[in-house]
C-alpha cells in the first residue's frame, strides 16, 4: 500500500509540476537559460521488497553516491550518478552459503526539474534509469547479477548558503526514490523466473549539492 501510494504521488508531481513552475511569480536569481553546472554527494539507504530473490536475499547496508548534474536555468535538467552499497547474505537457497559479502555499485542517467517551494526551499521531481551490478565474491570468481533500474524520485533542496565567493551555492539533499528492477538477462528456471527478475526498492537520500553559477 506504501509503495502504491508513493508511485502515485510521483505521477502526479510529474504531471502537475510544469504547470505549477509557470505559475511561480517570484523573479528567480538566475536568468532564465543561464547554464549551471551542479557536483554533489550523499548517502543513502535502500530497501528491496520482500518476497523477492533482492528483498530476501540481502541484508544492505548504506550507500554512497556521486553525481553530476547541468541544466539551463529554468528548464529540466540532466544528471549522471555513480553509487556503491554494500551488503551482506542472508541464507537463500540459490547461492549455495558460497559467498558472504556483496557490493551493488549502480551507474545511471536522470532528468530532473526543480521549482520553489518557499524561500531556500525547492521540490524537485526526478526519472531515470540506471544498471545495478550485484557482485559476489572477488575475482577471478566473482559472481554477478545485473539488474536495470527504471526510478523515479522527490527530494527537497534547502539552500544553505548563497553565492558563495560569488561562485557556488551550497544546498542540503533531503528525499527518496521509488524503482523498479528487471533481470532480465539472468538465467533460471522458469518457475522462479519472476521471484529472482523482478524487484522493487526504496531509497532514501541525504546529502550536499554544490551549484556552480
Known amino acids: 500500500m506504501i509503495r502504491r501510494f508513493l508511485l502515485a504521488v510521483l505521477l502526479s508531481f510529474c504531471v502537475v509540476l510544469p504547470g505549477f513552475?509557470?505559475?511561480i511569480?517570484?523573479?528567480?536569481?538566475?536568468?532564465?537559460g543561464q547554464f549551471t553546472f551542479a557536483p554533489g554527494a550523499a548517502m543513502g539507504y535502500r530497501s528491496f521488497e520482500k518476497g523477492t530473490f533482492l528483498g530476501d536475499t540481502y541484508a544492505v547496508g548504506l550507500s554512497y553516491r556521486l553525481n553530476i548534474e547541468v541544466e539551463f536555468?529554468?528548464?529540466?535538467?540532466?544528471?549522471?550518478?555513480?553509487?556503491?552499497?554494500?551488503a551482506s547474505m542472508l541464507d537463500n537457497r540459490f547461492l549455495g552459503g558460497f559467498f558472504k559479502e556483496v557490493r551493488m555499485p549502480e551507474t545511471g542517467v536522470y532528468l530532473y526539474h526543480?521549482?520553489?517551494l518557499v524561500k531556500n526551499l525547492d521540490l524537485r521531481g526526478e526519472l531515470g534509469y540506471g544498471e545495478l551490478q550485484v557482485?559476489?565474491?572477488l575475482s577471478p570468481s566473482r559472481f554477478i547479477l545485473d539488474y536495470s533500474n527504471f526510478h523515479g524520485g522527490l527530494a527537497f533542496h534547502y539552500?544553505?548558503?548563497?553565492?558563495?565567493?560569488?561562485?557556488?551555492?551550497?544546498?542540503?539533499?533531503?528525499?527518496?526514490?521509488y524503482g523498479f528492477l528487471l533481470g532480465n538477462d539472468i538465467v533460471i528456471n522458469a518457475a522462479d523466473?519472476?521471484?529472482?527478475?523482478?524487484a522493487t526498492a526504496i531509497q532514501g537520500i541525504f546529502g550536499i549539492r554544490i551549484l556552480y553559477l
Open 21 to 23: 513552475s509557470q505559475k
Open 25 to 32: 511569480k517570484e523573479k528567480p536569481r538566475l536568468p532564465k
Open 73 to 86: 536555468h529554468g528548464y529540466p535538467g540532466v544528471g549522471i550518478y555513480f553509487d556503491k552499497q554494500a
Open 114 to 116: 526543480q521549482v520553489p
Open 135 to 137: 557482485i559476489h565474491g
Open 159 to 177: 539552500n544553505l548558503a548563497k553565492e558563495v565567493n560569488g561562485i557556488f551555492d551550497l544546498n542540503l539533499i533531503v528525499g527518496g526514490n
Open 193 to 198: 523466473r519472476n521471484y529472482v527478475q523482478r
